[in-house]
């Protein structure tokens, strides 16, 4: 019973906050404004973000995909040296 007003403590609290907030700074409009006359012809395409943004989001799966691979290898061995230690008749 304690755990369940504790959290719903923390709930409303949390709602409360982000009601604060959201009336602290209130909401945003953004404006759009239209562009005429554009020259496409002159137009030079930079790809340096492009490849920064794959590198980062690549690396960033990456190492997440051999951490977890990693720990899931750790605990598979031992569980089978848990495994060869039991010396117990089922």
Do not use: C, P
Not at 35 to 59: E, H, P
């Amino acid at each position: 019973m304690v755990n369940r007003r504790k959290l719903l403590v923390q709930i409303t609290t949390t709602v409360f906050i982000g009601i604060l907030f959201y009336l602290g700074f209130g909401s945003f409009s953004v404006e759009a404004s239209t562009v005429t006359n554009v020259d496409l012809s002159d137009k030079k395409v930079d790809l340096s973000l492009l490849i920064w943004t794959i590198f980062i989001v690549g690396g960033s799966i990456i190492g997440t995909l051999s951490y977890v691979s990693w720990k899931k290898y750790n605990a598979e061995l031992k569980t089978k040296k848990e495994e060869r230690k039991d010396k117990s008749v089922d």
